[in-house]
């Protein structure tokens, strides 16, 4: 994508529209455009249209989805005999939730298809909107989101021709939740907001909670546990007073991994078995699969490795049940850890690497593709509505016109008549024309209205243009602008007139416009072209989002663009935080898990085709939890932060420093052989040990701690987990002599 900074002007080459046009169409199916786009942005405000009724059997699914699925087949073929489309909608939405709880996700999916068949052809938009929604959330529970996200945009647009809070904030649910699995937190928690927002004080316990679980999902993930604890209080709160087993299943899981960041092993554990008691109710693979995980992660954290082997082995034969992949790849590799943190050379290992690798390429390939808004789609449509009209004035006008020349022609001929016959037609020929005359005058009045409505049509629309936030403009085909909107004025301070007239190559200079040149070029052939790009614009880094829409005059011929051009600097920023957040460590600043193994698999790759020594060094901090019991967690946050500090103040530049566990520490570091990296390893493992005798303030109060660490060295590891492996064993042997102290791992 093209990144454009050398003028104000070069956000893209779309920016006019006014006047005067060649042509009236032209300027109407802009402004036109605009006020599509503007229901895009913003919506519209309605009236308020109550929602669709539910059957009895989809509440009853919550707390009995077997037996309600033992009791659909018989009814919605009996409304199917007798064809009644608005029932058999009802019930396989009924039927959508029952899968639903027991996570019979294709089942859901399926439900919610064939609901909005029926739905559609019953004339229920409400019941089609909520199959759309159910239909979204099966799809999105198989991890396919751009299917499911395009699902969501259709119930959304449905539900501009025929609003409901309640269907709103339900849409709102669901990109939250498809957020929140896509890793982007902070668009989970803006979207969950929209929801509440949307749903005000409409009676939807069940949406609101699940609108509060995501909320807290999203801002544990992002490091406001206090306000994740209140959101999970309020959906909590409000759950009670309805039975939804899955709901307080995933309520329980939130409050585990809370716990888990607070070292809060009772609660956690409370939780667990609270999952695996509704997944065994259930029959539920995914909640015995997110149960038996948290009961892992308890056992790894107690060094109760035997226990964690046996938890995530359950948990990843849970998840592939389910067909979740990603959650089976994530557990995965905890388990292989875990098994070769208890004996590095087993041999039972290949099959599961096998399917690691497999896991791999599947989600990795599935993660790369985005789900957005389908923005041409609703650009075309907005044109379509646009043509439709004019047609439908332009055949209206062509009536009036044929019926007044067939008037005239009817005159001329009596005219004739008049002169074969001689005067005594003559007082007839002038009543027929007076008759004419009137016909012509009231279809030329008519005419006159038409365009009176048409230009206050294109007035509103106008005022429109210039207030939404995005630039629109047009292009002829000579690449010289006819229209801008106002808001280009406002962003960068160039008005309508300086640039109506002028040819994209003036205003954004030569060396702009070799690298708009070629997206120009594809819009002018009828291609639909978006792109993005950069510039600076008084001063701060401007990012944009760009869409060249053609036009086509009557013989289908391109004829020009139309240019839609959107600020999305805070988009790219948020973007930009979250990926920083994904690989650091929001308590130290250091490196997270993530970060650490990313970077030790790129110096194993190296190191086989350029062998290069490699050092780990695995440090624990010592005491800390007497620490954290006698003066709390606050205590012992600032000991593992300065602890980080110290560490980072040991190592060199080129060294990583990260946190992966609650006091676990990894340094990683490249040296040319081996030697030097024990040396340097070595070197490192007494600064650490040295600094850490200093105490450590907390307030007047001195906290005196140390560190135990595991040094592993090689030049020919293959894998990394295996070198983590031998260093995590070097460190328990340097607990086993006292602590305060370093060991490290034999070479190999």
């Not at 007076?434 to 409505?453: K, P």
Request: aromatic share 4%; net charge neutral; charged share 25%.
């Amino acid at each position: 994508m093209p990144v454009v900074a050398e003028s104000p002007a070069s956000i893209d080459p779309g920016s006019p529209m006014t006047a005067p046009l060649p042509r009236l169409r032209s300027r109407s199916a802009a402004l036109l455009l605009a006020g599509a786009l503007l229901t895009c942005v913003g919506g519209q405000v309605r009236a308020v249209v109550s929602e669709a009724e539910r059957h009895a059997l989809e509440a009853e699914a919550l707390a009995e989805p077997e037996q309600v699925l033992a009791k659909l087949p018989p009814l919605i073929a009996d409304a199917e005999s007798r064809g009644a489309k608005r029932e058999l909608a009802l019930l396989e939405l009924a039927r959508a939730n029952a899968c639903r709880v027991v996570a019979n996700w294709d089942c859901q999916r399926d439900a919610g298809r064939a609901a909005q068949m029926a739905a559609d052809e019953s004339g229920e938009p409400f019941l089609a909107i909520r199959a759309l929604i159910a239909e979204s959330r099966g799809l999105m529970a198989k991890q396919q989101y751009s299917p499911g996200g395009q699902l969501l945009a259709e119930a959304e647009r449905r539900l501009r021709r025929t609003p409901s809070p309640a269907l709103m904030a339900d849409v709102q649910l669901g990109y939250s939740s498809m957020s929140n699995s896509l890793g982007r937190h902070e668009l989970a928690r803006t979207y969950a907001d929209r929801g509440l927002l949307a749903l005000g004080d409409v009676s939807e316990p069940l949406v609101r909670a699940r609108l509060l679980r995501n909320r807290g999902r999203a801002e544990a993930r992002l490091g406001r546990i206090d306000e994740a604890r209140e959101s999970l209080r309020l959906a909590i709160s409000v759950a009670a007073a309805i039975k939804d087993p899955k709901l307080s299943a995933e309520l329980d899981l939130e409050l585990a991994r809370i716990a888990r960041d607070q070292g809060d092993v009772a609660t956690q554990r409370a939780s667990a078995e609270r999952v695996l008691a509704l997944a065994d109710q259930f029959g539920h693979a995914q909640l015995r699969a997110l149960g038996s995980e948290v009961l892992g992660q308890i056992a790894r954290d107690q060094k109760d490795l035997a226990g964690a082997e046996a938890a995530f082995q359950t948990a990843t034969e849970q998840f592939r049940q389910a067909g979740l992949d990603a959650e089976e790849r994530r557990v995965l590799r905890e388990l292989i850890r875990v098994k070769l943190t208890r004996q590095p050379n087993r041999g039972d290992l290949g099959p599961q690497t096998q399917r690691l690798l497999e896991l791999d390429e599947v989600v990795d390939s599935r993660d790369r593709a985005l789900v957005g808004e389908d923005v041409d789609a609703r650009l075309r449509y907005a044109e379509q509505e646009f043509e439709l009209q004019r047609l439908a004035k332009e055949t209206e006008l062509a009536s009036e016109r044929e019926k007044a020349l067939t008037a005239s022609n009817r005159l001329r001929l009596m005219l004739i008549g008049a002169i074969v016959v001689g005067l005594c037609v003559i007082g007839g020929f002038l009543y027929q024309q007076r008759r004419a005359n009137a016909r012509l005058s009231r279809a030329y009045e008519r005419m006159q209205q038409s365009e009176a409505a048409l230009a206050a049509s294109q007035q509103r629309l106008r005022a429109i243009t210039d207030n939404i936030p995005a630039i629109v403009s047009h292009v002829d085909r000579d690449e010289r602008y006819t229209f801008s909107n106002a808001y280009m004025h406002r962003l960068i301070g160039i008005n309508e007139a300086d640039i109506v007239g002028r040819s994209v190559r003036e205003m954004r200079g030569d060396a702009v416009y070799a690298t708009l040149a070629p997206n120009i070029r594809r819009a002018l052939a009828g291609e639909t072209v978006n792109f993005e790009g950069q510039a600076m614009l008084a001063g701060r880094s401007f990012h944009y989002q760009t869409a060249y829409i053609p036009e086509h005059d009557a013989s289908g011929a391109v004829c020009g663009f139309f240019a839609l051009t959107f600020d999305i600097t805070r988009l790219k920023l948020a973007e930009a935080q979250l990926e920083r957040e994904a690989r650091f460590d929001p308590l130290t600043g250091v490196a997270n898990r993530r970060h650490f193994e990313e970077r030790l698999a790129l110096a194993i790759a190296r190191g086989r085709h350029q062998p290069v020594a490699l050092a780990v060094l695995y440090l624990d901090i010592d005491f800390l939890k007497p620490i954290n019991d006698r003066y709390g967690h606050a205590a012992g946050d600032l000991v593992i932060r300065t602890f980080a500090e110290r560490v980072v103040a040991c190592v060199r530049d080129a060294d990583l420093v990260a946190r992966i566990g609650g006091d676990e520490f990894v340094v990683l570091s490249e040296h040319v052989d081996a030697g030097a990296a024990n040396e340097a390893a070595e070197h490192t493992a007494r600064a650490v040990i040295a600094v850490m005798t200093e105490p450590v303030m907390f307030g007047e109060i001195a906290l005196r701690t140390g560190s135990s660490i595991g040094i592993a060295v090689t030049q020919s590891v293959q894998q990394a987990d295996t070198l983590i492996a031998e260093a995590d064993r070097a460190l328990y042997a340097a607990k086993a002599a006292g602590r305060n102290t370093w060991r490290r791992a034999e070479a190999h």
